[in-house]
């Protein structure tokens, strides 16, 4: 099973400033990477697939880089609505699909 | 726009079998043959954890963790897939996800989520 290790567990950010969220796999996972928001209350939504595309709709202040085993999820400019848990998904080897435990992002 | 609702009770005993099914609208879980549909968890206050994935045609992937515990199975007739978890402990309290996995070469991630069901597990 590959095990997914996300940092750090909470990330303390103004509004207007960058978040950069890390993604470490316990083994390559190539670029099939996902990112996912999830708000209190909610679901978990899609924002990236592949470890860089950006699903129809998400704005353009997320990004995803990486390949391998490290992986990178930066929101360029924090806006209000960005406060939410992130998590990393991989689904390079299964099952099972994996996820990461997850960083909250908190204002600061 | 395809859209997931979880249904069944929120309550179920130690050593029972929690129940839930998934409904699928907009959208005929027959209609690709790049899509899976599956069952993820959360503990409350917890991360993710992905149970299991159908496809239309009965094809399973189930977690190895929870695969002695596990069935899913799917009613296309009804546009439904279903979840069933024997057992039961306080160590199954989640809420529970249904979500559609897209399938293929450089694929799987999981997109629509139902709202989501919470399951305590409780005498």
Known sequence: EIVMTQSPATLSVSPGERATLSC????SVSSNLAWYQQKPGQAPRLLIYGAYNRVTGIPARFSGS???????LTISSLQ?????VYYCQQYNNWPP????QGTKVEIK | QVQLQESGPGLVKPSETLSLT??????????????YWGWLRQPPGKGLEWIGSIYYT?????????????????D????????KLSSVTAADTAVYYCARR????????FDPWGQGTLVTVSS
């Open chain 1, 80 to 84: 209000s609505e960005d406060f939410a």
């Open chain 2, 22 to 35: 998934c409904t699928v609208s907009a959208g005929s879980i027959r209609s690709s043959s790049t899509y």
């Open chain 1, 24 to 27: 470490r796999a316990s083994q």
């Open chain 2, 58 to 74: 009965g094809n399973i992937n189930y977690n190895p963790s929870l695969k002695s515990r596990v069935t899913i199975s799917v």
């Open chain 1, 97 to 100: 699909w994996t996820f990461g």
């Open chain 1, 66 to 72: 990486g390949s391998g085993t490290e992986f990178t």
């Open chain 2, 76 to 83: 296309t007739s009804k546009n439904q897939f279903s979840l």
């Open chain 2, 102 to 109: 897209t399938h293929g070469s450089e694929r799987g991630w």
